[in-house]
C-alpha cells in the first residue's frame, strides 16, 4: 500500500486535513481488505452541547418538534452536568450520504476509532443488512423529516398546537404498536411518501366544495348481510399495526391527523431494524473498527502510543461486567457482538474439532471476511446468535440460564450453564431474548362491534403469564380510545384463551378527533 | 469515494430550545411549585440565581404498554458456581424489580436545570407583572437625549464632519468640479509645449477649468450637516428598596419570616424591572437602625415600639443617598401593628409630608400569628391610623397576613389594587 509507513496524525491534535487523511486510510483497509461497501461518508463535527441536542431528537441531524423531546434533553442535561453521564463519541445515521458526528473534543486517535467505528463499520452494516435494506429508506429519510417537520408545523398553525400535541402524544403512546413486522407487497419509497401527502391535501382543497355538505345522506346499506367473517377480512383484521389500522379506519380522525399518525408511523418503521440488530450492529463495527485500526498500527500509520491509547478505550467499550458485579446491565452489545465476530473469524481460520462439529458450513472455510459479510447481510440479532453463538464463547462468558417461575417456591432455579447439556438450552434462551416477538407485547386489532357502540377489540396474547403493567395500559388505552372516539376494549388472554384481565376505556371529553 | 467533511460547531446551539420551552409549558403548574418550594428555603438575592427543581412525572410521563410479571427466562454472564439444577434464593423484591421491569418507575420524580430567566420567570407568572411592569415604566421616565439623524442647522459644535465632506464630494462629482490633476496635468503640457497654437489652446482650457473650480467651491454652506438628537422619555435604571420592620419583642419569628417572604417577592420584582437595585433594611424598636440583612432578620433586638423613627431614619437616609430624582423608591413596611399611641401624629405627618411624595410605591403589611386568621384581626393602632391616611387620599396599599400561603395573593393583590385605583 502506497502510503503506508507514514504516520497519519502524531499526539492528539487534528485539523480537517487529518481527518480527510484518516478517512482515506481507512477507507483502503475497509475497501481492500474487508470488502466493505459503504454509503458515501459525511464527516459532521459538532460540540459537546449539539451532541445533547443530538442526544434528544433521538439522533437525528433534524426532527419535529414536540415537548417529549425537550424533557428528555432536560433529564439528560441534567445529568450531563452532574457528570452522571458520558456522551458517546459519535452518532451515525441511517442515511445516504451516511453522516457521522463527530464530537470536536476527541483526541485524534479517537476520530480514527469513530470514522473506523461509523464511518466504515455502521455504515456497511445499514447498507447491506437486510432489515434496513427492507424497512428503511437511507436515501430518503433525511427529505422525509424535514417534510414531517414541516407538515407539523403546518399544522400547528392551522389547528392549533395543543390539538397536534395531543395527536403527537396519543400516536408516541402506540409508536411500538406502529410498526409492521413482516414485509408486505410493497417496498418504501420516503420520497414518493412525501410528494403523496402533499398530492393528497392539495386533491382535498382543489375539490372542495361545501355544497357537499348541505346533500341529505344516502340510507346506509343494510348491515345485516355484513358478516362478522367478512367485516373483519374488509377492515384487514386481525391487524397488530394499530396505528397504521387507526390511520386507515379511525372514523373521525380529520385527515391531517391521520398524516400525523402515518409521520410517527413511518419513523417508528425507520428505527425497527435498529432494536433487532443492537449486538449485530454494534459487533461489526467493533470488529471493524478494530481490524482497521490494528492496520493502520501494523502499516506503522498510528504511533505506538496512540495504539495503546486506543486500545484503552476499545477494552472500556467491550467491558462485559459479571451479572454479580455492581455495574451489570445486561449483555453489553459491543462485548458480546464484538466476541462473536472474532470468535467466528477463529472458527473460520483455525478451528477446532468442536467447531467442525457444530459450524460444519464455515469450520476452515479461509474465506474470514467473506463469511462474515455474509452473515452481516443476512442475520438479525435473534438469528444471528441461535445460529452463531459456539460453545467456546458461552464457555468463555460463563453463560447460564435461570427460569423464575413465581408459583415456584424453591427460588429460581438454573436451568442451564457452560457444559455439553447446556450449551443449546443457554444458546436458544439468550437468542429468545433478542427475539421482537417475546420483546414486544403481541397486541392485535381483532374487531370492531360496527354494527353496536363501534368499540374497538383489541386482545394481547401472553407469553409465559406476563401481563401489562395496569397504570400505563390504562393511558395508553386512554389515548388510542381518544383517537379511535369511542371506547376501546383490551382483552388479555393466556394460551389457552383463557381470559386473565380486561380493560374498556372511553375517550374523554375533549378527545383528539373532534 | 468522496468524502465531506461538515463543521457543524458554529451552527447556532440549541437546537432544543423549543423542545425545552414546550416541555416547561407542559410541566408549568408542576415548575412553578417545584420553584415556590424551592425559593422558600432561600436568600432574598439568591432566588434570582435559578437553579436545580425537582418535578413529579405526573402528566409528563409517556406511557407505553409494558409488561410485568410472568414467568422470566434469563441468561446471565460471569457464572462461578452454579451447577444445571441448583436452586437459588430470590432476592429481595426491591431487587428482583431493578433489573426485571425497571424503566417507567425510575423516572418518578426528575431532576433538572433552569436558567435564572427561566426560574425568575416561572416564579413571577402568576402574580401577572405584565400590566404592572408596564405601568410602572410609564411612571418611572425622565427625560434622556438621543441621536436623531442629521439637520441642515444646528450648532457648530455638533458638524458631523464625515456627513458634510461626503455631500460635498457628492456635489463636486455631480457638478464636474475639476480635479486638481487635471489642472496639474494641462500646466505640465503647457511648459513642455513649443507649439504656439496649441499653447494658446492649453492656457484658454486652464483658465476654463480654474474659473470652474473658482466657481464651484470645494465645499459649499449646503453641504453641511448637522448632528440632530431628541430628548426621549428614559427610564430611570436604579431603584432602592426600604424594608422597615418592627423587631420589638412582640414580633415573632413567624411573623419576620412572613416580612422576609414578601420582601423577596418586592426584590425579585424590582430586580426584574430595573438594572439596579438598592435594599436598604432598616429595623426600629423605640428607636431605629440601618442594618444588613442578616442583623435584620436574625438579629436579637427588644424594647418599645416606635413607628416614627424609622420613618425619620428612612427620611434621613433618602435625603442623603438616594435622590428621589434619580432613583425609584420602593418601602415595604412590616409591623404586628403595636405603635405607642403619642406616636401616631409624628407618623402620619412624616408620612404624609416627607416620605410618600418620593416613593413610587409604599407598602404595608400587617403580619399576624399563624393561628389567627386575617379578619379575626381587630384593627391594630397603626393599621387605624394608615387606614385614615388612606382614606385621606394617600397612596398607601396596606394587608394584613398571617399564613405563608397568603404571601402570594396579597402581593399580587397589592398590586392590582393600586393600578385599579390610579385608573379611578
Redesign the interface.
Same mark, same amino acid.
Given at each position: 500500500m502506497g502510503s503506508s509507513g507514514e504516520l497519519l496524525f502524531d499526539g492528539a491534535d487534528w485539523d480537517f486535513q487529518t481527518l480527510q487523511r484518516i478517512h482515506d486510510a481507512c477507507e483502503e483497509v475497509a475497501r481492500k481488505e474487508l470488502g466493505l461497501d459503504v454509503y458515501p461518508n459525511q464527516i459532521e463535527v459538532i460540540t459537546a452541547e449539539q451532541m445533547l441536542d443530538a442526544y434528544s431528537s433521538v439522533g437525528m441531524p433534524l426532527f419535529y418538534k414536540h415537548w417529549s423531546f425537550g424533557k428528555q434533553f432536560a433529564f439528560q442535561e441534567a445529568s450531563y452536568r452532574k457528570g452522571l453521564m458520558g456522551l458517546a463519541y459519535e452518532i451515525v445515521i441511517n442515511s445516504s450520504p451516511c453522516i457521522s458526528y463527530l464530537m470536536e473534543e476527541n483526541t485524534a486517535t479517537m476520530q480514527t476509532l469513530v470514522i473506523a467505528h461509523a464511518a466504515f463499520g455502521h455504515n456497511h452494516f445499514f447498507k447491506n443488512n437486510y432489515l434496513f435494506k427492507q424497512w428503511t429508506d437511507a436515501e430518503g429519510i433525511l427529505d422525509y423529516l424535514e417534510f414531517a417537520k414541516g407538515y407539523i408545523a403546518v399544522c400547528e398553525d392551522r389547528h392549533g398546537r395543543e390539538t397536534v400535541e395531543r395527536t403527537l402524544d396519543a400516536a408516541h403512546a402506540l409508536m411500538s404498536h406502529g410498526v409492521d413486522r413482516y414485509p408486505g407487497k410493497k417496498t418504501l419509497d420516503l420520497r414518493a411518501e412525501e410528494k403523496r401527502a402533499g398530492e393528497r391535501r392539495q386533491h382535498e382543497e382543489a375539490v372542495f366544495n361545501d355544497l357537499w355538505r348541505t346533500v341529505p345522506n344516502t340510507k346506509a346499506k343494510s348491515k345485516a348481510t355484513l358478516t362478522a367473517e367478512r367485516r373483519r377480512a374488509l377492515l384487514g383484521l386481525p391487524q397488530e399495526n394499530i396505528l397504521y389500522f387507526l390511520e386507515k379506519t379511525a372514523p373521525r380522525l380529520q385527515g391531517w391527523q391521520r398524516e400525523l399518525i402515518r409521520i410517527v408511523r413511518h419513523i417508528a418503521q425507520y428505527f425497527y431494524p435498529q432494536g433487532q440488530t443492537k449486538v449485530m450492529n454494534e459487533g461489526t463495527a467493533t470488529y471493524v473498527h478494530y481490524r482497521i485500526m490494528s492496520r493502520l498500527h501494523q502499516q506503522g500509520r498510528i504511533t505506538d502510543g496512540n495504539f495503546l491509547e486506543f486500545l484503552q478505550s476499545h477494552t472500556n467499550v467491550v467491558f462485559q461486567p459479571e451479572f454479580d458485579d455492581r455495574r451489570y446491565s445486561g449483555f453489553n452489545p459491543y462485548a458480546l457482538g464484538f466476541a462473536m465476530m472474532q470468535d467466528i473469524e477463529r472458527i473460520v481460520k483455525t478451528p477446532e474439532d468442536e467447531d467442525r462439529a457444530w459450524f460444519p458450513d464455515i469450520a476452515g472455510k479461509g474465506d474470514v471476511e467473506g463469511v462474515l459479510r455474509e452473515i452481516w447481510s443476512n442475520y438479525r440479532d435473534e438469528s444471528f446468535i441461535n445460529q452463531f453463538l459456539s460453545p467456546a464463547l458461552i464457555r468463555r462468558f460463563r453463560m447460564f440460564h435461570l427460569h423464575d417461575d413465581p408459583a415456584e417456591s424453591q427460588g429460581i432455579k438454573v436451568d442451564a450453564i457452560h457444559d455439553e447439556r447446556g450449551y443449546r438450552r443457554v444458546r436458544r434462551e439468550l437468542a429468545r431474548q433478542y427475539d421482537v416477538g417475546f420483546v414486544d407485547a403481541n397486541i392485535e386489532v381483532v374487531d370492531v362491534d360496527l354494527d353496536g357502540d363501534r368499540r374497538l377489540m383489541l386482545r394481547h396474547t401472553t407469553v409465559k403469564g406476563a401481563q401489562l403493567n395496569e397504570t400505563d395500559t390504562r393511558r395508553v388505552l386512554q389515548h388510542l380510545a381518544d383517537l379511535w372516539s369511542y371506547d376501546v376494549a383490551l382483552t388479555e388472554l393466556d394460551g389457552t384463551d383463557k381470559v386473565l384481565k380486561e380493560y374498556v376505556v372511553s375517550p374523554r371529553a375533549a378527545a383528539v378527533a373532534a | 469515494? +468522496?468524502?465531506?467533511? +461538515?463543521?457543524? %460547531?458554529l451552527?447556532p $446551539?440549541?437546537?432544543?430550545l423549543?423542545? %425545552?420551552? @414546550? &416541555? #416547561? %409549558? %407542559?410541566?408549568k403548574a408542576l415548575v412553578q411549585g417545584a420553584v415556590k418550594k424551592s425559593s422558600q428555603d432561600r436568600d432574598i438575592k439568591d432566588v434570582l440565581e435559578g437553579g436545580?427543581v425537582t418535578i413529579p412525572l405526573d402528566g409528563?410521563? *409517556?406511557? @407505553? &404498554?409494558? @409488561? *410485568?410479571? $410472568?414467568?422470566?427466562?434469563?441468561? #446471565?454472564?460471569?457464572?462461578?458456581k &452454579? +451447577? /444445571?439444577?441448583?436452586? #437459588?434464593? @430470590?432476592p429481595n423484591q426491591s431487587g428482583a424489580k431493578g433489573?426485571g421491569?425497571g424503566e417507567?418507575d425510575s /423516572?418518578d420524580a426528575?431532576?433538572? +436545570?433552569l436558567s435564572r430567566e427561566e426560574f425568575v420567570d416561572l416564579f413571577l407568572d402568576d402574580l401577572e407583572l405584565p400590566d404592572l411592569a408596564k405601568r410602572k415604566l410609564a411612571e418611572t421616565e425622565s427625560e434622556g437625549i438621543r441621536r436623531a439623524g442629521y439637520a441642515t442647522s444646528g450648532s457648530p459644535a455638533n458638524i458631523s464632519i464625515s456627513r458634510t465632506v461626503s455631500r460635498a464630494l457628492a456635489r463636486r462629482v455631480a457638478l464636474r468640479r475639476p480635479r486638481k490633476d487635471e489642472v496639474e496635468a494641462l500646466e505640465a503640457e503647457l511648459a513642455e509645449c513649443d507649439d504656439e497654437t496649441r499653447r494658446r489652446e492649453l492656457l484658454a482650457q486652464l483658465e476654463a477649468l480654474k474659473a470652474k473650480v473658482k466657481r464651484i467651491p470645494f465645499i459649499d454652506p449646503i453641504d453641511i450637516r448637522y448632528r440632530r438628537f431628541e430628548t426621549v422619555p428614559k427610564p430611570v435604571a436604579q431603584a432602592v428598596m426600604f424594608c422597615l420592620m418592627d423587631v420589638s419583642g412582640s414580633m415573632s419569628e413567624h411573623m419576620k419570616d412572613l416580612a422576609k417572604r414578601f420582601y423577596m417577592l418586592l426584590y425579585v420584582f424590582l430586580k426584574r424591572r430595573y438594572k439596579h437595585v438598592e435594599i436598604v433594611f432598616i429595623r426600629h424598636t423605640d428607636r431605629a437602625e440601618e442594618v444588613d440583612e442578616d442583623t435584620f432578620f436574625h438579629g436579637p433586638a427588644s424594647g418599645g415600639t416606635l413607628v416614627s423613627s424609622a420613618l425619620v431614619a428612612m427620611h434621613d437616609i433618602v435625603r442623603t443617598r438616594f435622590r428621589p430624582a434619580d432613583w425609584n423608591i420602593y418601602a415595604a413596611q412590616a409591623s404586628d401593628g403595636d405603635n405607642m399611641t403619642s406616636d401616631s401624629g409624628v407618623t402620619g405627618h412624616l408620612l404624609t409630608d416627607k416620605i410618600l411624595p418620593v416613593c413610587q410605591f409604599f407598602a404595608y403589611l400587617e403580619v399576624g400569628e399563624a393561628a389567627n386568621y386575617t379578619f379575626d384581626m381587630p384593627d391594630s393602632s397603626l393599621w387605624t391610623l394608615y387606614e385614615r391616611l388612606r382614606n385621606e387620599g394617600q397612596p398607601l396599599s396596606m394587608r394584613k397576613v398571617s399564613e405563608r400561603g397568603e404571601i402570594f395573593p396579597v402581593f399580587q393583590d397589592l398590586f392590582k389594587r393600586r393600578t385599579s385605583q390610579e385608573r379611578v
Open positions: - | 469515494m +468522496v468524502m465531506h467533511i +461538515v463543521d457543524r %460547531r451552527n $446551539g440549541s437546537k432544543s423549543e423542545n %425545552r420551552q @414546550r &416541555f #416547561l %409549558r %407542559r410541566a436545580e409528563m410521563d *409517556e406511557p @407505553r &404498554f409494558r @409488561r *410485568e410479571g $410472568g414467568t422470566r427466562d434469563m441468561v #446471565l454472564p460471569g457464572n462461578k &452454579f +451447577v /444445571e439444577g441448583d436452586w #437459588l434464593q @430470590r433489573s421491569a417507567g /423516572e426528575f431532576r433538572f +436545570v
